[in-house]
């Protein structure tokens, strides 16, 4: 159990012991970036957990009161209260697949909350994401526990999502989301509407020119495009995690492209970067547009391209439905936003589409990691479904009788009807869609001319 600030004097820490997220936070440490005081569970207790059911007692003990001593507050102090977060911190990042506990306020909740932190690795969901993903069961995580810094403590407060470069096309601008007076949970859940990230330039611009300039350093030293998560607390920027790539495979081929540009690095690091998947999700079709003259597409509503790519497929309400309707061909699972618990229909879906969140959502990051085709914050459909939670997972419920649909302009859409949704450009229309091929770019040549030029061994 190590202190975060000591840690970012060790150069020879591994992501398999402190777990992605505070190897993350001891990279920004050591660039000299704002990250809250706090200290590390690393893996092998959550394996020794999993086989014995033991927390570490008094070492866990020791380190609150150290935190206490750095933060000047105490656990219970009604003058000074000490708040902390509890986080896991998987070594491959698992977005949203365990569990969180925020505001803890006692040593003895700090114990439940790690309790819980190591338990949720075994989750229904995080065991589904590994599989997916192909990502070993026996790592376990590590638990990052921070002081707490709040985004809803005034009008110069939030939280919010930051990428370097654009996700879906790799342009090279800050983009995200940000959310005033909440915390980052509102942001990633994709519960609310939120503002595009430059809302900050004019709301709190030195906290704008802190997010920019962070950015700028955590892309050099990862040399790679990067995400952080931030929270801004009285008008200061604290950093919360950081994250190289999340990028579509457009994207993540232009980013490499770029960088060989921009002197960060060579061309056979390029092409090593870039696998099939990234090659073959470059050329994203598209729907193809119509006269507005003609009879054409009958566009149902319009949200935020936030996976690129086309899918046309059966409507489906919930999760539970999206699995068992895919049994029988391509389904768009449409939701309100989507959770950890709807991963099963997350990965039966073809597409994936949400009334409410933004381009750093829990639904986006998921579509993205998978290579669907989604869009969010389609304020314009109404979702109606029956859902129950069981053994975690949410399913449709059998004692229901009326079926889920979605609303749009007052028209009602049961489940099975047929759409198209394009992930780049937001729209989703009814039936099903003729779609053109996109463009590879320049970028994909160039890359496919670096590899054919130096083959990389």
């Known amino acids: 159990m190590s202190d975060l600030h000591a840690l970012s004097a060790d150069l020879a820490l591994d992501a398999s012991v402190i777990g992605g997220k505070a190897h993350g936070l001891v990279a920004l440490l050591r660039l000299g970036l704002p990250v809250p005081p706090g200290f590390v569970i690393p893996t092998a207790r959550c394996r020794s957990f999993l086989e014995t059911g033991g927390l570490p007692g008094g070492e ?102 930051a990428f370097s470069r654009d996700p879906s096309t790799g342009e090279r601008r800050p983009y995200g989301d940000v959310l005033f007076r909440r915390q980052g949970d509102a942001v990633v859940s994709g519960t609310v509407p939120t503002l595009p990230l430059d809302a900050l330039a004019t709301r709190e611009p030195t906290v704008w020119a802190g997010l920019t300039d962070a950015l700028d350093r955590v892309e050099r030293h990862f040399r790679d495009a990067c995400h952080v998560e931030f929270t801004v607390e009285s008008g200061r920027l604290w950093l919360l995690q950081v994250r190289p790539g999340g990028l579509s495979g457009r994207a993540a081929i232009r980013v490499a492209v770029d960088l060989v540009d921009e002197g960060l690095i060579d061309r056979a690091t390029a092409v090593r970067r870039i696998t099939p998947g990234h090659l073959r999700a470059a050329a994203v079709p598209r ?114 009788t009326r079926a889920g649909q979605v609303t749009v302009d007052g028209r009602s859409l049961p489940e099975g009807t047929v759409v198209t949704i394009d992930g780049s450009g937001g729209e989703i229309v009814l039936g099903v869609a003729e779609t053109v091929a996109g463009d590879t770019g320049p970028h994909v040549d160039r890359l496919l001319r670096w590899a054919a030029e130096e083959p990389v061994a």
């Not at 899918?311 to 768009?332: D, F, K, Y």
């Not at 990691?369 to 069981?390: C, E, W």
């Open 60 to 161: 866990l003990a020791g380190a609150v009161r150290d935190l206490e001593a750095v933060t000047g507050r105490r656990f219970g102090d009604p003058a000074r209260p000490l708040l902390v977060s509890v986080r896991s911190g998987a070594a491959v990042s698992m977005p949203g697949m365990m569990d969180t506990l925020l505001n803890v306020s006692s040593t003895g909740d700090l114990r439940a909350a790690v309790r819980e932190v190591f338990a949720s690795w075994t989750a229904p969901r995080a065991v589904t994401y590994r599989e997916l993903h192909d990502i070993p069961h026996d790592q376990g995580t590590a638990v990052v526990v921070q002081a707490m810094v709040l985004g809803d403590r005034d009008d110069h407060s939030g939280s919010g999502v």
């Open 287 to 400: 729907i193809r547009p119509t006269a507005p003259a003609s009879p054409g597409l009958e566009v149902l509503a319009r949200g935020l391209g936030a996976g690129p790519g086309v899918a046309t497929g059966r409507v489906a309400v919930t999760a539970g439905g999206a699995v068992r309707m895919a049994a029988g061909g391509p389904v768009i699972l449409v939701r309100p936003h989507t959770s950890p618990l709807d991963l099963h229909g997350l990965a039966a879906a073809a597409g994936i589409v949400t009334t409410t969140g933004g381009p750093t959502c829990h639904a986006a990051v998921v579509a993205r990691s998978m290579g669907k085709p989604a869009v969010v914050g389609a304020a314009g459909l109404t979702v109606r479904a029956h859902d129950v939670v069981v053994d975690g997972r949410s399913t449709t419920d059998s004692a229901t």
